[in-house]
C-alpha cells in the first residue's frame, strides 16, 4: 500500500505517453526536412533513455503495478484517468520506445515525399502505443488501441507501395470491426464490476457469472485474436505488411502485434478465467495451425515482405500457444517470444527495407546472390535469419523453448504437431539466406551494389545486441517479469478459493483510493 | 434580463430586417448578423444562471434553456462563419438569407425555454419556417429548379409532420386538460399506458422526428441537402438537430421514467434510422447526400440515448447531437471550400485534397473520423456516454445493433478519407483559404478534440441541466408554483 500511493514522484509514464505529442505540435512548424529528421531522431532517442528510467526504478520483486498515477477524468461516465505497469507491461514499453529511434533512422532516406507528416505521424503512433501499455483504465485502454488506427492507416495508405490503399482500408476496416465487441463489453463489464479500472475488473475476475465470462471472452478473442493476428484472422496482415513503409512494417510487427496477445495477457486471462480455462482447447488448436500454417506459407513466397509476414503469423502462434498453456514456462515464454518477434522480424523488416531501397524489388530471385557485394549486410542478415528460426544462442531460442516446455506440460501430442512448425522455420529461413547470400553464381542486374552505410549499421546493432543478450543471458528479461507472470497464473486458476486470497493483497490500485 | 438573449437576437433580426430594405447591402448585413451572434453569444453567458418563469407560466428560463441557448449563440457564430459571402445565392436576395437565418435562430431560442404547448409549436414554426425559404434561395443553374423541388419537398414534409404532431397534442390536451407541459407531466401519470397516451406521445414525437430525419420521416434529407445551396445544407444539417434534441427531452420526459411501450418504440425507430441510414450511405457517389443518409443513421444514434427514459440517457443524446453539430459543419465547410461555383461535390472531387489544402483535409478527416466514432475525437466519446446510458438499462441488443452500424459506417467515412488523402489530385488547382475560414476551422478541430478528450464537465452540465426538464430536481417546479 505504501509505495503505491498515486502521484508517487514524478508522472514518468505520462510524460512518456503525451510528450511525443508535443513533439508532433513542434515537429509541424519546423520546414526543413532535414531538420525534421533529426528533430525525431532526437527526440525518440530522449524518450528511449528515459524509459531506461523505467527499468532502473522498477522493483522486480512485486507483482503490483507501478508508477501508478490517477486521477478522475470523466466523472459522467466514472472514467479515470488510471497509468501504471506491471512487468509485463515494462517490457513491451520499452520494445516501443526502444524501436521508436530505429524506425525514423530506417526512414532517413526511405521516405522522401511529405516528411513532416510522416513523422508526426510516427509520433502520435509513439504516444498510442505506450498509452495502450500503460492504461489501468479500460476506456483509457480502449481510446489509444483505437486512436493508433488513424495514424497507421495514414501510414500504410500514403506512404506505401503500389496497392496502398487496400492495405489501408483492410487493415482499418478489420480492427475497427475487431473492437466493436470490445467496446460492447468494456461496458457490460463495467456494470457488471462497478467501474473501468483494469484491476477491479481483474479482482472481480471468478465471481462473474460463467455465461457472462463466455461472452465477454469470445467478444475480446476477435478483437485480439485479429490484432495478433490468429489463423484464420490473419488475411490482413500480409496486405498491410507487404505495402506498408519500412517504418510502418516494422511498428506494425514489433509492437501492433503485440497488442492482441498483451490483451490476451491482461483482460482475458484475469478478467474471464473460467471461460478462458472452457475455451483453451480452442485457442490451442488455432495457434498450432498457425504456427504450421504460417510456416507453410511463408516457405512458398517469393516476395521478402511477404515471407517475413508469415513468419509473424507462426511466430505468435508460439506467443499464442505459450500463454493459453497456463502455466509459467508457457507465459514467461511468451512474453520473450513477444521481445524477441519484436527484435527478430523489426530487423529482418529494416533488412528488406535496405534491399528495397537499393534494387527497388523484393523478389527472392531478383535479389539472389546480392551477399556477395554486400558482406556486411550479409553478416547481419544471417544473424537475424537465425534467430529468426530460434537458432541456440540466439533469443528466440528461448523464448521457443520456455514455450514449448510449456506446451510439454500440457499435451505431449499438440507439441508433436508443432514439430514441423519449427522445422519449417529453419527451411524458410535457410532458404531465404541461401538464395539472397550466396543464390546464383552472379547477379550482374546489380553490379557494385553498396554495403550498408554508417546509419544502417547504426540501426540494426541495437537489435543484434539483444538477439545476444536475450539469447545468452536472459536472466533479466525473466527476472523482471516473474512476479507479474505468477500473480497472473494466480489470477487464472480454476480454484476461486486459495487464488483470492492472494489477489486481494497483491492489488492496490483502487478508485476508492483517491483522495 | 433572463430575456436577454431573445431580445439581442430578435434585435438584430430587426436590424437585418432594415438593412434589407436597402439594396446591394451583402457586406453590412453580414457584418449585422455576426455582431447580432456575438452579442447574443455575451448575453447567453450573462444570463447563463438566471431561473425565471415568464408568460404566466409558458415560457421558463432555467438551466436547461440557458446552456442550449448558449449553444445556440455559439452555434449561429460558427454558421455564419461557414456561410461565408452566400455566392450561390441569388445576388438580389442576399441580405435576406441573413436576415431569415436571424429570425430562424430567435426561433430555436425560444424553443428551449418554451413549457407550454402552444408557445412550442410557434417556436417551433418560427425556427422552421425561415428555413424553407432559405432552400429555396438558391442560385438556378441551367434553367433547373431543383432548389425549388427540395424546399418544396422540405415544407410538404414539415407540415404533415406538423399537422401529425398536432394531432397528438390533442390527444395529450384531451387527456389532461392542460396544455403547459409542467401540468401536463404528473396529470399525465396515471393513465400514461392507456393506448391513448401512448398514442398522443408517439403522434407528437412525428414533428420532432420529421426535424432529426428519423427513419420514416427522414424522406426530404437527401433530396434537400442535395438541392440548397453548401451553406444552406450545413445550417439545415446541424443547428435546428440540436433544437429538436431538446423537445424531444421534453417531450419523452412525460413517459419516464419507465414506460416499456415508449422506449420500444423509440428503440425500433433508433434501429430502423441506424441501419437504414447507413447502408444507403455506402452506395452514394455525392458528399452532401452521403452526409444526409449518414444523418439519418446519426440520429438514429441519438435516439439511443431516449430508449433509456432517463437523464443520464438525454444528457448523452444532447452531448452527442452537439458534437455532431460540429462534426458535421467540419464536412460541410471542407463541401464549401471544395465546391467550384457552388456546385454538389461528389467524393472523387475531393481527390488530393491533401495537396490542395492540407488544413481543409486536415478538418475533412478530423470530422469524418470523428463521424465514424474513432477516439479520441467527440464522436466516440458521445457513442460511449450513449451506449453507457443504454446498458445501464439493460438494452444490450440495442447496443450491439449499434456497434454492428458503426462498423458498417467506418467504410463509407473511409471513402472519404481515401479520396481525400491517398489520391493525387490530378489537375486540381490548390484552394486559397480566407481567414474566417481558417479560424472556422481551427475551431472545429479544436472544439471535436477538445469535447473528446474532456468531455467531463459539458457531461455533467448537460446532466443537471436535463434534471431542470426531466423534474428530478424540485426547484424548477416549486418556481412554478411560486410564480402562480
Same mark, same amino acid.
Given at each position: 500500500?505504501?509505495? %503505491? ?29 532535414? @531538420? ?16 531506461? !528510467? ?6 522486480? #520483486? ?20 488510471? /497509468? ?5 507491461? @515494462? ?56 486512436? *493508433? ?10 506512404? !506505401? !507501395? ?123 488448436? %488455432? ?15 517469393? #516476395? ?11 511466430? *505468435? ?9 497456463? +502455466? ?22 529494416? *533488412? ?33 535469419? @537465425? ?14 523453448? %520456455? ?10 501430442? *499438440? ?27 552472379? +547477379? ?6 553498396? #554495403? ?7 540501426? @540494426? ?23 507479474? /507472470? ?15 486470497? /492472494? ?9 476508492? #483510493?483517491?483522495? | $434580463? ?139 443553374? &441551367? ?101 429538436? =434534441? ?18 420500444? $418504440? ?7 434510422? $441506424? ?20 444523418? =439519418? ?39 464549401? &471550400? ?35 466514432? =474513432? ?17 445501464? &438499462? ?53 472544439? =471535436? ?36
Amino acid at each position: 500500500m505504501t509505495n %503505491l500511493s498515486p502521484n508517487e514522484s514524478f508522472p514518468l509514464l505520462s510524460i512518456l505517453i503525451f510528450s511525443p505529442l508535443l513533439a508532433a505540435a513542434i515537429a509541424a512548424f519546423i520546414r526543413s526536412e532535414n @531538420l525534421l529528421r533529426w528533430w525525431t531522431l532526437a527526440f525518440t532517442s530522449a524518450a528511449a533513455i528515459l524509459s531506461l !528510467g523505467l527499468w532502473r526504478q522498477f522493483d522486480p #520483486d512485486t507483482a503490483k503495478f507501478q508508477f501508478v498515477e490517477l486521477s478522475h477524468w470523466i466523472p459522467f461516465l466514472k472514467v479515470d484517468y488510471a /497509468v501504471g505497469i506491471d512487468g509485463i507491461s @515494462l517490457m513491451l514499453v520499452l520494445l516501443t520506445t526502444l524501436i521508436m529511434p530505429l524506425c525514423v533512422l530506417c526512414s532517413w532516406r526511405y521516405i522522401q515525399t511529405r516528411v513532416k507528416e510522416f513523422m508526426i505521424c510516427l509520433l502520435i503512433m509513439e504516444t498510442a502505443m505506450v498509452g495502450v501499455f500503460c492504461a489501468m483504465d479500460f476506456v483509457l485502454f480502449f481510446i489509444f488501441w483505437e486512436a *493508433m488506427l488513424i495514424p497507421m492507416a495514414l501510414l500504410i495508405g500514403i506512404w !506505401g !507501395g503500389p496497392r496502398k490503399i487496400y492495405a489501408s482500408l483492410k487493415f482499418f476496416i478489420y480492427t475497427m470491426s475487431g473492437s466493436i465487441f470490445l467496446l460492447v463489453a468494456i461496458i457490460a463489464l463495467r456494470y457488471q464490476v462497478g467501474s473501468f479500472s483494469i484491476p477491479d475488473m481483474m479482482r472481480a475476475g471468478h465471481s462473474l457469472p460463467l455465461g457472462f465470462q463466455y461472452w465477454v471472452f469470445l467478444a475480446f478473442f476477435i478483437s485480439f485474436a485479429i490484432k495478433v493476428p490468429m489463423f484464420p484472422f490473419h488475411t490482413w496482415l500480409p496486405a498491410a505488411h507487404v505495402e506498408a513503409p519500412t517504418a510502418g512494417s516494422v511498428l506494425l510487427a514489433s509492437v501492433l502485434l503485440k497488442m492482441g496477445t498483451y490483451g490476451f495477457l491482461r483482460f482475458s486471462l484475469p478478467i474471464t478465467p473460467d471461460a478462458t480455462h472452457f475455451f483453451t482447447p480452442y485457442v490451442l488448436g %488455432l495457434s498450432v495451425i498457425a504456427i504450421v500454417y504460417g510456416g507453410l506459407t511463408a516457405l512458398a513466397q517469393t #516476395d521478402l515482405k511477404k515471407l517475413v509476414a508469415y513468419s509473424s503469423v507462426a511466430h *505468435m502462434g508460439f506467443a499464442t500457444l505459450g500463454i493459453f498453456a497456463l +502455466n509459467t514456462f508457457g507465459i514467461q515464454g511468451a512474453v520473450l517470444v513477444m521481445i524477441n518477434h519484436g527484435v527478430t522480424t523489426g530487423a529482418l523488416f529494416i *533488412m528488406v527495407g535496405i534491399i528495397y531501397e537499393r534494387l527497388h524489388t523484393r523478389d527472392l530471385g531478383e535479389t539472389a546472390g546480392i551477399g556477395r557485394t554486400m558482406p556486411i549486410f550479409s553478416l547481419f542478415a544471417g544473424v537475424f535469419a @537465425l534467430s529468426s528460426l530460434a537458432f541456440p544462442g540466439t533469443n528466440s531460442f528461448i523464448g521457443e523453448f %520456455l514455450v514449448m516446455s510449456g506446451g510439454f506440460a500440457v499435451s505431449k501430442g *499438440m507439441m508433436i504437431c508443432v514439430v514441423p512448425g519449427v522445422v519449417l522455420a529453419a527451411a524458410y529461413m535457410l532458404r531465404m539466406l541461401q538464395k539472397i547470400a550466396y543464390g546464383g553464381t552472379h +547477379n550482374p542486374v546489380y553490379p557494385g551494389l553498396k #554495403d550498408l552505410g554508417f546509419r544502417e549499421i547504426i540501426t @540494426l546493432t541495437p537489435l543484434l545486441v539483444f538477439v545476444f543478450w536475450i539469447g545468452l543471458h536472459p536472466e533479466p528479461f525473466t527476472r523482471v517479469m516473474e512476479k507479474s /507472470v505468477q500473480n497472473l497464473l494466480e489470477q487464472t486458476r480454476q480454484a476461486p478459493a486459495v487464488a483470492s486470497v /492472494v489477489r486481494a493483497s497483491s492489488f492496490e490500485l483502487r478508485t476508492s #483510493d483517491l483522495p | $434580463m433572463a430575456f436577454l438573449p431573445e431580445m439581442v437576437l430578435l434585435a438584430g433580426a430587426l436590424a437585418l430586417f432594415l438593412v434589407t430594405l436597402g439594396e446591394g447591402r451583402v457586406r453590412q448585413a453580414r457584418t449585422v448578423a455576426l455582431i447580432s451572434s456575438v452579442a447574443a453569444i455575451i448575453a447567453c453567458i450573462l444570463s447563463l444562471w438566471e431561473n425565471a418563469t415568464l408568460f404566466s407560466g409558458a415560457y421558463r428560463v432555467d438551466q436547461f434553456s440557458q446552456v442550449l441557448k448558449l449553444v445556440f449563440g455559439c452555434g449561429f457564430t460558427l454558421v455564419l462563419l461557414l456561410i461565408g459571402n452566400l455566392d450561390d445565392i441569388r445576388d438580389d436576395i442576399r441580405p435576406e438569407y441573413f436576415f431569415f437565418l436571424a429570425l430562424s435562430m430567435v426561433g430555436l431560442t425560444m424553443l428551449v425555454s418554451c413549457v407550454d404547448i402552444i408557445t412550442l409549436v410557434v417556436s417551433l414554426e418560427v425556427s422552421a419556417f425561415p428555413l424553407y425559404f432559405l432552400v429555396a434561395m438558391r442560385r438556378e443553374r &441551367k434553367g433547373q429548379k431543383s432548389q425549388m423541388e427540395s424546399a418544396i419537398k422540405y415544407i410538404m414534409f414539415g407540415v404533415a409532420a406538423n399537422g401529425v404532431m398536432f394531432f397528438g397534442m390533442s390527444y395529450l390536451f384531451g387527456l389532461t386538460g392542460t396544455t403547459s407541459l409542467t401540468e401536463m407531466m404528473p396529470r399525465l401519470q396515471p393513465v400514461i399506458h392507456s393506448p391513448l397516451a401512448i398514442a398522443g406521445l408517439g403522434l407528437t414525437f412525428c414533428g420532432i422526428y420529421y426535424k432529426l430525419a428519423v427513419f420514416p420521416f427522414h424522406f426530404w434529407t437527401p433530396d434537400v441537402y442535395q438541392g440548397a445551396s453548401n451553406e444552406t445544407a450545413g445550417l439545415v444539417a446541424s443547428l435546428p438537430k440540436i433544437g429538436a =434534441i431538446a423537445v424531444l427531452v421534453r417531450f419523452v420526459s412525460l413517459a419516464s421514467p419507465d414506460n416499456h411501450t415508449v422506449a420500444i $418504440m423509440l428503440a425500433i425507430l433508433a434501429t430502423a434510422s $441506424m441501419f437504414y441510414g447507413n447502408l444507403i450511405a455506402l452506395v452514394q457517389k455525392d458528399f452532401k447526400r452521403l452526409l444526409g443518409f449518414s444523418g =439519418i443513421a446519426h440520429a438514429g444514434y441519438a435516439l439511443i440515448g431516449f430508449v433509456t427514459l432517463d437523464q443520464m440517457g438525454y444528457a448523452a443524446a444532447l452531448y452527442y447531437i452537439i458534437g455532431y453539430f460540429l462534426m458535421v459543419l467540419a464536412c460541410f465547410i471542407v463541401i464549401c &471550400k471544395v465546391s467550384r461555383d457552388g456546385t454538389n461535390v461528389s467524393i472523387d472531387e475531393l481527390a488530393g485534397l491533401h495537396r490542395r489544402s492540407p488544413l481543409l483535409a486536415l478538418t475533412l478527416v478530423v470530422g469524418v473520423f470523428a463521424l465514424a466514432g =474513432i477516439p479520441p475525437f467527440v464522436g466516440f466519446m458521445g457513442k460511449l456516454s450513449l451506449l453507457s446510458a443504454a446498458l445501464s &438499462k439493460g438494452h444490450l441488443c440495442l447496443v450491439i445493433i449499434a456497434m454492428i452500424n458503426a462498423a458498417i459506417a467506418v467504410y463509407y467515412y473511409l471513402c472519404v478519407v481515401r479520396e481525400a488523402c491517398f489520391r493525387d489530385p490530378g489537375d486540381r488547382l490548390p484552394i486559397r483559404l480566407d481567414w474566417p475560414t481558417r479560424v472556422l476551422c481551427v475551431l472545429l478541430i479544436g472544439g =471535436i478534440l477538445a469535447l473528446g478528450v474532456f468531455p467531463g464537465r459539458v457531461l455533467d452540465t448537460l446532466s443537471t441541466s436535463v434534471a431542470c426538464v426531466t423534474g428530478g430536481q424540485a426547484p424548477a417546479a416549486s418556481a412554478v408554483a411560486d410564480a402562480r
